[in-house]
C-alpha cells in the first residue's frame, strides 16, 4: 500500500511538453492515478515523500536569471543594492538564491484579446500585468494594460502568479531587514545558448545579449 | 517484528513453500512459481541481517544532512524564516491563489513554523537540529535522535520557494533511517522501557559491544535498508522516464545546457569549440545515454553483486561528479551516493568498514597501548564489535 501509494502519487504528474495539433503541450496526468492519489493526498504528504521526483535539474535549458533589488526610503533615496544570487555568498546559498531568482523568470504567454471587451456598467475593465518593451528588444518594464489592449501583433508574456508573489515576497523581505519604504526589483535573463550554434557559420551575436525587466517599486 | 522474523534456516527452506511446490508439481507448474513467489517475497523483506548496513547509512547520513544544512548558518532567516524571502504574507497568498485556482492546498509542516517571524526562536531550532545531526551520527540514543532527524529534515524541506532536487530525496533516507532504528532490536526480550523507547546511550564502550542492538541479525534492519532501496530505485526510473519527456535527451544534448550555461558563456567559447563540434557533441550524447540507461536499468543491477557493483557505485561517483561540476548542485550527489551505497550487503560492509577498524585498532595501540579502549570505541560508530 505505501509503494502504491508513492507510485500513484508519481504517476498523478503532469507530463510533457508532448507533440499535440496544437503544438508543444503539458498533458495531465491519467484520471485513474489522480482519482486514486486524491484518496490519500495528506499520507504522503505527512510523512514528506510525496515530490513526483521530475527533477529540476532533468529539465534541459534553463535561462540564465538573476536580479537586483534596489531598496528605497520614502524620498525614493537607495539604501541598499542587493544582487540575487549574491556572487560572494557560499555555494549552498548561493545555489538557492539561484532557485529563488529562477522563480522570477518564469513567464507565461498572455493569450491576445479575441474582441474588444466593455466593462460592465459601473465596472472597470479587466487589467493584466504584461511585460512592455521600453527600449526594444532587450528592455522591459511591467505595466498593468486593459486585458482588450494587449498587443495582438506580436507574443506578449507576463510574470507567472509564484514569479511575482516571490518578488513582492522578497521585497517585503529586504523592507524589513533594511527599514526601506520599496524596493525596485529589476531582473536580468539570457536565452539558453542552443548547441545548434556550434554548427551555424556566423552565430548570431543578439543570442549573447540580456534581457532586462523591471518589476517596478514594489512595496510591502 | 518478533512475530514477523522468521529464522535463517526456515527462510532456506520454508516448509510450506516446499509443500505448495510439491502440490504445484503434481497440479501444473503454477503452485512452485507462486510458492517460489512466495519464498522470494519473504527472504527479501524478511531475512534478519547484520544492522552494519543500517549503522554505517546512519552515520554517512548523519553526515550528509550536516553538509546540506551547516552552510546556512547565518542565513536561517532569510532562507527558512517566516519572515524571510518567502514570508507569511507568501504562503496565505499562494493558498488562496491555490484555491482560487480549484486545487487543494497541500499538507506542508515544519518545526520551523513554529519559530514564527521570531529569529532568535529560528536560530535556536537550527543549532539544535545540528546538535540533533551530530548525536545521530554518533548513534546516540538512535531511536530518539533518528525520530528528531527525521523531524529536522522533513521540517527544512518546507519552504517552496528555494527547494532542489536534493531536499525531494534526503526525506526518504531520514523516514527509512527512522523506521529501521525505531523497530531495531524490538524482538529482544527483557529490555528495559527506556531502551525500547530511546535505544541504547551510546555505541562506545564495553557495554555497547555487548548491547544486541548494535550486532544481532535483526528483520527490522532488513526492512529499513529493503523500503529505503525499493524507494530509491523507483525514484530514479521515475527520473530516467521523466528526461525521455524532453526533446534534448533523446537528442543526446540535454548536457549542453548546464555546461554552457549562459550567464557564463560568450561568443568566443562557441567559436573555440567549433572545429571540435563533431567529437565533443558525439561524446556529449554518448554521456547523455549513458546516464539515462543507467537510470532506467537502475533495479536490474543495483540488487547484484560483482561487475554490478562497479557499475552502480561507478556511477553514482560519476553522477557526484557531474551533479557538482556540471550542474552545480552541492548536495544531490552525495546523496546519489549514500543511497547507491544502501544497495550494500552486510558482507560488503565488513570488508569496507574492516580495514578501518584493524587501523583505528592498530594506531592508538602502537602509540599508546593505554589508550587501546578509545580506539576500539572509535570503530565501534558504526558497530560496537565484542
Known amino acids: ?220 | 517484528v518478533s512475530k514477523l522474523r522468521p529464522t535463517t534456516s526456515a527462510i532456506k527452506a520454508t516448509p510450506p513453500a516446499r509443500q505448495a511446490a510439491a502440490a504445484g508439481q503434481a497440479d501444473g507448474a503454477e503452485g512452485p512459481a507462486i510458492a517460489l513467489a512466495s519464498s522470494s517475497w519473504v527472504r527479501f523483506w524478511f531475512t534478519p541481517v547484520d544492522p552494519l548496513g543500517l549503522h554505517a547509512l546512519r552515520v554517512l547520513a548523519g553526515l550528509l544532512f550536516l553538509y546540506w544544512l551547516v552552510p546556512f548558518a547565518g542565513n536561517v532567516e532569510a532562507l527558512f524564516g517566516l519572515g524571510g524571502w518567502f514570508d507569511l504574507q507568501a504562503y496565505a497568498d499562494l493558498g488562496r491563489g491555490i484555491r482560487e485556482a480549484g486545487g487543494t492546498l497541500p499538507v506542508n509542516w515544519s518545526v520551523l513554523f513554529l519559530c514564527g517571524t521570531d529569529p532568535t526562536a529560528l536560530a535556536v531550532v537550527y543549532w539544535l537540529s545540528l546538535a540533533v545531526l551530530v548525536l545521530f551520527a554518533l548513534g546516540v540514543l538512535p531511536r530518539l535522535t533518528a525520530l528528531l532527524t527525521w523531524v529536522v529534515v522533513a521540517s527544512f524541506v518546507a519552504t517552496p520557494a528555494i527547494l532542489d532536487d536534493a531536499d525531494r530525496v534526503l526525506p526518504i533516507l531520514a523516514l527509512y533511517l527512522l523506521v529501521g532504528y525505531v523497530l531495531l532490536g524490538q524482538g529482544t526480550p527483557g529490555r528495559p522501557l527506556p531502551w525500547r523507547l530511546l535505544g541504547p546511550l551510546w555505541p562506545f564502550g564495553r557495554r555497547a559491544a555487548e548491547d544486541p542492538f548494535w550486532r544481532r541479525e535483526s528483520v527490522a534492519a532488513n526492512v529499513a535498508l529493503r523500503l529505503l532501496q525499493v524507494h530509491f530505485a523507483l525514484v530514479m526510473v521515475v527520473s530516467g522516464l521523466h528526461k525521455l519527456q524532453f526533446g534534448d535527451w533523446w537528442a543526446g544534448l540535454a548536457l549542453w545546457y548546464p555546461l554552457h550555461p549562459p550567464a557564463e558563456t560568450h561568443l568566443s567559447d562557441v567559436l573555440a569549440l567549433r572545429p571540435s563540434a563533431g567529437p565533443y557533441l558525439f561524446l556529449l550524447s554518448l554521456a547523455s545515454y549513458a546516464g539515462i540507461a543507467w537510470q532506467l536499468a537502475f533495479p536490474v543491477f543495483a540488487w547484484r553483486r560483482g561487475w554490478c557493483r562497479v557499475v552502480l557505485l561507478g556511477g553514482a561517483v560519476l553522477g557526484w561528479l557531474s551533479m557538482a561540476f556540471v550542474y552545480g548542485i552541492p548536495v544531490f550527489g552525495p546523496a546519489l551516493v549514500v543511497f547507491c551505497l544502501a544497495y550494500l550487503t552486510p558482507a560488503e560492509w565488513r570488508r569496507l568498514t574492516d580495514p578501518l577498524t584493524r587501523l583505528l585498532r592498530r594506531r592508538p595501540a602502537a602509540n599508546n597501548p593505554a589508550r587501546r579502549g578509545t580506539a576500539a570505541g572509535a570503530s565501534a560508530l558504526v558497530t560496537p564489535r565484542g
Open chain 1, 1 to 220: 500500500l505505501h509503494f502504491g501509494a508513492v507510485g500513484v502519487n508519481v504517476l498523478a504528474a503532469p507530463s510533457g511538453p508532448w507533440p499535440s495539433p496544437e503544438g508543444a503541450n503539458q498533458f495531465g496526468p491519467p484520471p485513474f492515478a489522480q482519482d486514486l492519489n486524491a484518496l490519500a493526498p495528506t499520507y504522503l504528504a505527512l510523512l514528506k515523500i510525496n515530490p513526483d521526483y521530475h527533477f529540476d535539474s532533468n529539465r534541459p535549458g534553463a535561462q540564465a536569471v538573476s536580479f537586483v533589488a534596489r531598496v528605497k526610503d520614502r524620498d525614493g533615496n537607495v539604501l541598499a543594492t542587493v544582487r540575487v544570487p549574491d556572487p560572494d555568498a557560499n555555494p549552498w546559498v548561493r545555489y538557492r538564491e539561484g532557485k529563488l531568482a529562477d522563480w522570477l523568470g518564469r513567464d507565461l504567454p498572455v493569450p491576445p484579446p479575441q474582441g474588444d471587451v466593455l466593462a460592465a456598467p459601473g465596472q472597470q475593465t479587466k487589467t493584466v500585468k504584461v511585460w512592455e518593451p521600453v527600449i526594444p528588444p532587450h528592455v522591459f518594464q511591467l505595466k498593468e494594460v486593459p486585458e482588450h489592449l494587449v498587443p495582438r501583433n506580436r507574443p506578449v508574456f507576463q510574470p507567472s502568479p509564484m514569479s511575482f508573489m516571490l518578488a513582492r515576497s522578497y521585497a517585503r523581505y529586504l523592507c524589513r531587514v533594511h527599514g526601506g519604504a520599496s524596493v525596485e526589483v529589476v531582473r536580468h535573463n539570457k536565452d539558453v545558448i542552443p548547441p545548434s550554434l556550434l554548427l551555424q557559420d556566423g552565430p548570431p551575436p543578439e543570442a549573447f545579449d540580456e534581457n532586462t525587466g523591471s518589476f517596478g517599486d514594489l512595496q510591502p
